[in-house]
Each structure stands twice: as C-alpha cells, then as structure tokens.
C-alpha cells in the first residue's frame, strides 16, 4: 500500500524499440523497497516505475479478516493481479500499455547526501554501456513473490527484508496511506495482526524451514535468482542503493 502523498499523479508507459528490462522491487511493507526503487529511477535515465499499489481493487473490495474484523490490504485477494499480469506481461513482450493513474506521490527526491549521490552517479557511468539499448521498468510491491508464475514476469529480483521488530516499527510511524477511493489509517496493531501475518503466510515457501528470518532456500535462489537484501534498522540507504544497483548491473 503506498503511503501518504500529496497529490494523485498519471504514470504513463510507452514501450520502446530498446528491449525492456523488468526489475522487481519486493518485500514486506516498510522494507525499503519503494524507497529505493525511487532513488535509483532519479539517478538513472529512462526509467519507468511502476506501483503494484496501483492495482488494488476498490476500497470497498477489499477481504475483510474474520477474526480482527479488519479489511486485508495485505493479502493477495487485495490485488487485481489479472490486470497486474496482463499489464506486466505486455511490457514484457514489448506492447504499448495505456496511462495508469498511481495513488503514489511522484516525489523523487533522492534521500542522499551529495556525495553519496555522486558515488551512485560515477557508478552508473562507469558502467554506461551495460544500459545501452535496454529500458529499465522498475516495479515495486509487497506481492511480487508470492507466486512463482509472478515471479517469472521478472528478469531481476530483488527481495528487500527486516525483523517484525524493525518493520513494525517503521509501519506504525506513518501517517496512513492513499487508497483508489480515498485514505486508510491503520487500526491498532495491524502491522501484528495483518501485516505480517499475511506476508508471512505468502512468502514463508521461498524461506529455509519456512521462516522468513531465514535465508532464502539454495533451491529457490537457484529457480528464480532472487537476490536477498537485508534492511535491518541501521543499514544506510547508500549501502542499499550500492547493493541494488551492483545487482542490476551484473545482470544486464
């Protein structure tokens, strides 16, 4: 779910001759993959983000948990993942796909110091012609690895995580989130209860003995090349950027 933003603001995808690379962003909520998605789309050319925020279902749609009472914004059965695949999967075999008005504020600003952007910088131009004749798409959600099928959309996966600990406390320092229809505030503990219950519940496959604060299982990292990126409380947003951006260039 994205959170709060100031305006409401058109994303427009126009496929182009140069072959499009998609890169997922994936992870819990409050894992910093938005975070840096968006850094990395204000440092590098032509880049094109797209939100799986964008493709829930209406407000009124979306699952009610029997046992909180609480509406699940954190399950896949949120998502028009129909749309989603359909939308993803043009992209992929170079079909134009018309605007799509994103529920994300279309703020860039790059959350780093002026070196530290210049030493992203030096790196992406260093390295200028592994991005020649290629069109990033960048796209970020919290349900891009549930499924294996979903997964295969992707030719770069990058699967941001945290502690419970951690998360949490990010989740519940925000302020509320935009939705299709209007604005949500998390009721108490739904970070406990939703949340992390339901990122658990999807991606807990992927995890060695199926616990997400293990490592990914050497089966599925050799299946789907998922790089693993930890996040804990005191890792700099610079070492997340320089993680990601190594990995994207190895693989283009």
């Known amino acids: 779910m994205s959170s709060i933003s100031s305006s409401i603001v058109p994303l427009f995808m126009t496929i182009q001759a140069d072959k499009a690379v998609l890169i997922a962003f994936g992870g819990p909520s409050s894992s910093g993959k938005t975070t840096v998605a968006s850094t990395l789309k204000a440092l590098l050319p032509d880049v094109t983000l797209i939100h799986l925020d964008d493709f829930y279902l209406a407000d009124s749609q979306i699952p009610i948990d029997e046992e909180t009472g609480y509406q699940n914004w954190d399950c896949p059965q949120a998502i028009d993942f129909e749309k989603f695949t359909t939308y993803i999967s043009n992209i992929k075999f170079g079909k134009e796909q018309p605007p799509i008005e994103s529920i ?97 519940d999807s991606h807990k496959y992927l995890f060695v003995g199926d616990d997400v604060d293990n490592k990914l299982k050497p089966e599925v990292s050799r299946q789907f090349n998922i790089y693993d990126i930890n996040n804990g409380n005191d890792t700099p947003l610079l070492d997340l950027v320089q993680r990601s951006i190594d990995i994207i260039i190895d693989n283009l």
């Open 104 to 200: 994300q504020s279309n703020d860039l600003d790059v959350k780093l110091t002026p070196n530290e952007k210049n030493t992203i910088l030096d790196k992406i131009n260093q390295q200028s012609d592994k991005f020649k004749r290629k069109r990033l798409v960048f796209v970020d959600g919290f349900m891009l690895f549930h499924n294996p099928e979903i997964i295969k959309l992707f030719d770069i996966k990058l699967l941001f995580h945290a502690s419970f600990d951690t998360l949490k406390i990010r989740r519940e320092s925000r302020g509320g989130y935009n939705t299709i229809e209007g604005f949500w505030v998390d009721p108490p503990d739904y970070f406990g209860k939703i949340v992390w219950p339901a990122f658990v």
